[in-house]
């Protein structure tokens, strides 16, 4: 029983260390570019030893991408659900981690996702869930009085998310860096969709 339950803590203990691994490659080289032995030589182990665990590297991937969107999610939970954190709060918080995240991503790894369909299939069921979450989040923004009332925030989603998409398509990234793309996208309808009293707060934590 001990020896079974050593190895079971063996085993989830060498996955973490296989996707943090992973994702640290895809993310800085693309998808692409990093092969299977390529992680495997980085975590000393065999590649016999990595196949056993993830048969392929849209597996790996996609385990990568979504244990990586959970903790940036589990994060924002945590954050929102502390009660001294107003709207703005958490907004400012979701640009912060947001850019901070980007700064170092390869272009190629964003480009490259959109060839993995399981990767895109649960982006975009993950998406629309962010969506839905999204037009609660500014409704309770407008009670606050930091967001307008007058503003169709299904419309300011659709178009920003299509904003990303058009830089990415018309690889605009090489000519700018993803992260002054994401500041010139997401500050400007952030911007936009505030009151005065939400301008003033933005500001203030855009200037610190």
Known sequence: MHKESSQTCYKLE???????????????KGVKSVKMDDIANALAISKRTLYEIYSNKEELLLEAVRIHEEEFNDHMVQYSQNKNHSVMDIIIEFYKKKLLAIADVSPLFLVELRKYKQVVAYLEQLNAERHNNALLFFRRGVREGFFRSDINFDIILKTSSAS????????????????????????LYLRGICTTKGIKELDAAIAE
Request: aromatic share 12%; no cysteine.
């Open 14 to 28: 060498l996955r973490n260390r296989i996707l943090k691994a992973a994702m640290t490659e895809f993310l800085h």
């Open 164 to 187: 990303a998409n058009y830089a990415m398509e018309t690889q605009m990234y090489k000519e700018y860096s993803i992260t002054t793309i994401m500041h010139n996208t997401i500050f």
